[in-house]
């Protein structure tokens, strides 16, 4: 947030035009898994993608999809425009159909991100004796990271179509590209750390299925109940129910599940 420049966007030494994309994806993360950010800082930074948006040539599907993705999941993005997207989804490299797969997810179009999913199973490269991969298919050569492009399609089949042959492949070809020293790119790691922790952490939230009655100094504030994704819940206590000193908060949970606080 503190390096975020006056036209609202965020920029690196070797000017990565997709930055403020980059950024502000991993800002709506953060503040959805309930880190604080100033609106301020997403409403300028989504007015400088905006305009970014207005600059990038009409056949720059790649950084349009991108610049979409991004807006997509503050829910900021423009259906007419993802939808002019759509319309050549049978031309798009892979990693930009699912960066337009994942807009369409946020966006509340789960049919028409899982057909892209679909689509994206098609693109799989599968050599023999070879981890399964996604190439980016980008016009542009820096946008041409396999890494990346697979971890991006992880998260677009974890999201859209979890039951594909092809997500629990991408799953293991990311691991094995993991290796024992890292990804193979700094700009790899975060998609790919974001798609192995959806994929994986799956299978424990399918299972959820729990009740919890929240106490705070043996006065009952409220109850909580989850069932398959139990994602991030806030409870409101009541001022008086605060004591000066120590406080005893208690949890009572039935069912089966994990959580946090």
């Not at 504030?221 to 120590?246: Q, S």
């Amino acid at each position: 947030v503190a390096t975020q420049i006056d036209n609202g966007g965020w920029t690196t030494p070797v000017q990565d035009g997709m930055i403020t994309s980059r950024v502000f994806w991993a800002l709506v993360t953060a503040r959805d898994a309930g880190i604080p950010v100033e609106k301020s800082v997403f409403d300028k930074a989504a007015a400088c993608l905006l305009k970014q948006l207005e600059g990038f040539d009409a056949n720059d599907h790649d950084s349009r999809a991108i610049v979409l993705h991004a807006l997509a999941t503050d829910k900021r993005a423009d259906f007419a425009a993802c939808n002019r997207l759509y319309r050549d989804r049978q031309s798009l490299g892979a990693a930009t159909l699912a960066y337009l797969a994942r807009a369409f997810h946020h966006l509340g179009r789960a049919e028409v991100a899982a057909e892209l999913a679909g689509i994206l199973e098609t693109k799989a490269v599968d050599a023999p004796g070879q981890p399964v991969r996604w190439d980016s298919g980008c016009k542009v050569g820096w946008m041409n990271d396999s890494t990346e492009a697979t971890a991006i399609v992880l998260l677009a089949l974890a999201e859209s179509k979890p039951d594909s042959p092809r997500a629990a492949a991408a799953a293991q070809s990311l691991l094995h590209q993991r290796g024992c020293f890292g990804f193979p790119s700094a700009r790899s790691r975060g998609p790919a750390v974001a798609a192995l922790s959806a994929w994986f952490g799956m299978g424990k939230e399918q299972s959820t299925d729990m009740e919890i009655d929240v106490q705070v100094n043996g006065k009952a504030v409220g109850t909580t109940k989850a069932t398959h994704r139990a994602g991030l819940t806030m409870i409101e206590v009541p001022r008086d129910l605060i004591a000066a000193g120590k406080n005893t908060i208690e949890f009572k949970m039935r069912g089966r599940g994990r959580f946090a606080w």
